[in-house]
């Protein structure tokens, strides 16, 4: 059962564009810094997009805790790739560009048949898929 939507987009920080002009689209990103998150070696889907349209130095940070990719967004340190949802509220941040659609990820909740015929994993549903499924819409 699908619960939620997330969707991401490039932003920068009111810092950052007070420097620099912000990317009006995929094709404006070369000569901008960005940070990552990256909690392992291996590139999450996030960053291979990001470098189809930019060279790894433009790559000025990497954190292993989405939290600290974002508030180095937040300070100015370079662009990121953002949830949409989380990124909207905050007045520091300005988005770049509409979100990228290669990027939007379906949040499932999969039970198997035998499970969800238990009271308690129903209940659980219950309360738990719209509390998740809040989060990002």
């Known amino acids: 059962r699908k619960i939620s939507v997330a969707r991401y987009a490039v932003y ?11 990317p009006m689209s ?40 989405f939290a600290l990719m974002r508030e180095a967004v937040t300070n100015g340190q370079g662009l990121g790739l953002l949830n949409v949802k989380h990124s909207e509220p905050d007045d520091n941040l300005i988005r770049c560009f509409d979100p990228v659609e290669a990027l939007t990820q379906d949040h499932l909740l999969l039970v198997s048949p035998e499970a969800y015929r238990r009271p308690e994993v129903k209940k659980f549903i219950k309360f738990f898929a719209p509390r998740y499924a809040s989060i990002f819409k």
């Open 26 to 65: 995929e094709a404006d990103l070369k000569g901008h810094r960005f940070v990552v998150y990256r909690p392992d070696p291996t590139p999450r889907p996030n960053e291979a997009w990001l470098l189809q349209f930019i060279t790894p130095d433009q790559i000025v940070g990497a954190f292993a805790e």
């Open 12 to 22: 920068g920080s009111r810092a950052y564009a007070a420097k620099r002009r912000l």
